[in-house]
């Protein structure tokens, strides 16, 4: 496959990601405002931090590294040993799963059985969900490098919608259930997301379609753990790509969910402030989760594909480099366009979406401003994400085993930043250490990226920079939406708060106007790449 049929195939999954994680956002924004008008906010706060966090952690340290190292070359390759390497993450998510289970119920402290019941129940469960998520691990491997974007929004939905299906029938007819229902509904997506894997590719394997295709994998018992006699059980290459991930994975999932750990661990906000921190925090990051997670996934494996890892641009095919400069170009102005664009309306909107979302118990005290940092960190959010992407996409064994030394000392400033920053500006702290840090992360990714390209004609971090008029729009819309908030929202009646709107519908109107005539390679890129795949093609 060409690297225009990579970026084809990989445009048209980002694609279909971003609309995917946009249906499940908009299920689970709904599902979420439903739910606090049933359970506590202690509850939430137990479920969506501590427990999550369990799942997460288990689930990440597990199989990151392992997806990062097997995603990496071509689809040739001896997908043997490929499958008996993505096997250990079973056993290694076994052991993460009763080591951390153990501290969720001894080291840390229990909450109240009145206020939160069943919480050694969920601390079980969630961690039982973790593995067998894992159980699929190979197939979902698979199924990304050939870029099964078909599988992937059928498995992913079916698994979403089932648990918010549970989950609203539970806090309906028995809210009293507590834990119960959040972790019966998170088993309940775990199985049903391995399931879809395991299925499409029983019907999959062997079927004229999958001969047709010359697809390396003929039957299921091929994914299975086997072993050859005078051959390795792995992919040694592959095992030590992956060990160097694995020591970055555990840095870089303290960086991810540094504020969660020092909630947990350290106590710095009870379980009710814990809910209303983590209700703002999904809403402040619906962006990044439904567009810029995608993206960022979706083009580490174009430019896995594309780019020979750890060789000097001179040696690799020049029409490769120049397609994935090009490419590394339009994200990054992409990106920032839709980061600045959080950022610049999100100051002026905080205060009315929390109040529209979840009422007072939202909109008052620490929220707004909560929200309002949340926007600027999004801004950081989309960027680093981009240019992490083609960095640790690019990098050799040996840059990535440096740049976990890297990522040491960040974790470590990071989680003392949260620390002291939390008991200084309470839960806006979290966003500013996570600002701090994103603000590092993106200073090293742009220098690798510069000396990458140092020595050829192209210049990709380009993409940061966007026209003095675009400039000056967004400085009109930030301040004009901001006086229309000090005298319209959000206490002056419903006819003030549709003005507010509309003010601020006009403003992103001419913003977006002023997009599409000055910002022209870019359009053409989102034409090109991204919507002609729905105007065109379709979902295969």
């Not at 609309?19 to 939430?44: C, D, H, M």
């Not at 491997?141 to 939905?157: D, G, M, N, P, Y």
């Not at 003030?496 to 890129?525: M, P, Q, W």
Request: proline content about 2%; hydrophobic content about 50%.
């Amino acid at each position: 496959m060409g690297s225009q049929d990579v970026l084809r195939e990989t445009t048209r999954l980002a694609s279909s990601s971003a609309l995917l994680q946009i249906l499940f956002r908009v299920i689970t924004f709904g599902l979420n405002a439903f739910t606090l008008r049933y359970v506590s906010k202690e509850i939430i706060g137990l479920v969506n931090v501590r427990l999550m966090l369990l799942y997460s952690t288990v689930v990440f340290l597990a199989r990151e590294a392992f997806r990062r190292a097997c995603l990496s070359g071509s689809t040739k390759r001896n997908w043997m040993k490929t499958f008996n390497l993505l096997w250990l993450t079973v056993p290694l998510g076994v052991c993460w799963s009763l080591f951390l289970g153990w501290i969720w119920l001894d080291i840390l402290e229990v909450p109240d059985a009145n206020a939160v019941p069943h919480y050694k129940f969920g601390v079980v469960v969630f961690g039982l969900s973790a593995v067998v998520e894992l159980l699929g691990e190979p197939f979902w491997v698979l199924a990304q490098v050939h870029l099964f974007v078909r599988l992937k929004v059928i498995a992913e939905s079916l698994s979403v919608i089932s648990k918010c299906f549970l989950t609203v029938i539970l806090v309906v007819l028995y809210p009293h259930w507590g834990l119960y229902i959040f972790s019966l509904a998170q088993l309940l997506y775990t199985s049903i997301l391995v399931l879809s894997y395991i299925v499409y590719f029983m019907k999959f394997l062997g079927s004229p379609e999958a001969i047709k295709k010359s697809f390396p994998v003929t039957h299921m018992t091929s994914v299975l753990p086997s072993f050859e006699q005078d051959e390795a059980f792995v992919n040694w290459k592959e095992a030590k790509l992956t060990w160097s991930f694995f020591k970055q994975s555990f840095l870089k999932q303290v960086l991810t969910e540094g504020e969660r750990y020092v909630m947990t661990f350290l106590n710095v906000l009870n379980f009710g402030d814990q809910g209303v921190y983590d209700i703002v925090n999904n809403l402040g990051s619906l962006t990044a989760r439904f567009i810029f997670l995608p993206i960022e996934e979706s083009f580490y494996v174009y430019f896995a594909k594309v780019l020979e890892r750890g060789k000097d641009i001179k040696v690799q095919k020049q029409d490769d480099i120049s397609m994935a400069a090009a490419v590394l170009e339009s994200l990054l102005k992409l990106v920032l366009l839709i980061g600045l664009t959080i950022a610049v309306f999100g100051y002026a909107y905080s205060q009315l979406a929390l109040d529209l979302y979840g009422g007072s118990m939202l909109s008052s005290g620490s929220g707004p401003n909560l929200l309002r940092c949340y926007s600027l960190y999004v801004l950081l959010l989309a960027v680093n994400g981009v240019t992490e992407c083609f960095t640790f996409a690019s990098m050799s064994k040996e840059e990535v085993d440096r740049y976990n030394f890297v990522m040491l000392a960040l974790s470590f400033i990071f989680l003392c930043m949260s620390y002291f920053l939390t008991y200084w500006q309470g839960s806006i702290g979290f966003i500013l250490a996570n600002c701090f840090n994103m603000g590092i992360r993106i200073a090293h990714s742009i220098h690798y990226i510069y000396r990458y390209f140092g020595e050829s004609p192209y210049r990709p971090l380009k993409g940061l920079l966007i026209s003095p008029l675009l400039i000056v729009v967004y400085i009109i819309s930030g301040v004009v939406t901001g006086v229309s908030e000090v005298f319209l929202c959000c206490d002056k009646g419903w006819i003030a708060r549709l003005i507010h709107i509309a003010v601020g519908a006009l403003c992103f109107t001419v913003t977006v106007a002023t997009i599409f005539f000055t910002e022209t390679k870019l359009i053409h890129f989102v034409r090109t790449h991204f919507l002609s795949k729905y105007t065109k093609e379709g979902l295969k």
